[in-house]
């Protein structure tokens, strides 16, 4: 064991070397305005700009708002980017596809055996028309830290034509109508992206206005596939 002499000894050396670190870090800190005051913040643009390109989006289908018929369609869109944030777009929504899928749900059966009641349920034969989108928000962020993402939010409002029918009656009815959406892309790359949306088709029957609320997805394709960069176009 050493004596009290050399355990001062290395008390003191300890000390020293603390202070100097503290003096090091201090003169590290009072350089960082100094050494740093020029650094360029470098904000990375738009990866991909739509403006005077065509988006064509294919898409599939199902209703969810209603408990007593559940429908699935097909059909998609086509938008017209006049500018990066406002475009304008046909639509196409396809939903009798022969009763190979969709119809009426176990709730209405259960309606039906406990109630002996005559319910009726509306649905879309199909809808098409045409809207004008506008995109709030675009951004990006980080997927599991392998790749940056990019993404965009759009809202859309039209007008359709729509023809529709009911379990009771199976006979189409046409009428004007119109649509609201809310969706968004996560682009792949320059000219392909995955659409989601969530899509509200209004349209009348006989006794009363009817919503289909409709979860889409489909893959948008973006023509012409490049495009020239140009800072304005990014605002």
Not at 72 to 85: K, N, P
Not at 137 to 164: H, P
Request: hydrophobic share 40%; with cysteine.
């Amino acid at each position: 064991m050493g004596t009290p002499k050399n355990w001062l000894q290395v008390v003191i050396a300890a000390a020293v070397v603390v202070g100097l670190c503290g003096l090091a870090s201090t003169a590290v800190a009072q350089d960082d305005p100094e050494d740093y005051g020029d650094t360029v913040h470098v904000v990375q643009p738009k990866p991909v700009l739509q403006q005077g390109r065509l988006n064509v989006t294919p898409q599939l289908g199902m209703t969810i708002n209603d408990p007593l018929y559940r429908g699935f369609s097909v059909g998609g869109r086509a938008d017209f980017y006049l500018t990066e944030r406002i475009h304008l777009g046909g639509l196409l929504q396809w939903h009798d596809i022969g009763g190979l899928i969709g119809g009426e749900t176990q709730t209405y059966s259960d309606v039906i055996g406990e109630t002996d009641a005559s319910v009726d349920a509306p649905y879309l034969n199909w809808a098409a028309g045409a809207e004008v989108g506008f995109s709030p928000l675009f951004g990006k962020f980080s997927l599991f830290n392998r790749g940056i993402i990019f993404y965009t939010v759009n809202v859309t409002a039209g007008g359709v034509w729509s023809d529709s029918s009911s379990v009771r009656t199976p006979g189409g009815e046409s009428g004007p109508g119109g649509t609201l959406s809310l969706g968004t892309q996560f682009f792949f790359n320059d000219w392909m992206a995955l659409d989601l949306e969530v899509r509200d088709v209004i349209y009348p029957t006989r006794d009363q206005i009817n919503h289909s609320v409709t979860l889409g997805a489909g893959i948008s394709l973006i023509f012409p596939r490049n495009f020239e960069y140009d800072e304005a176009q990014t605002l």
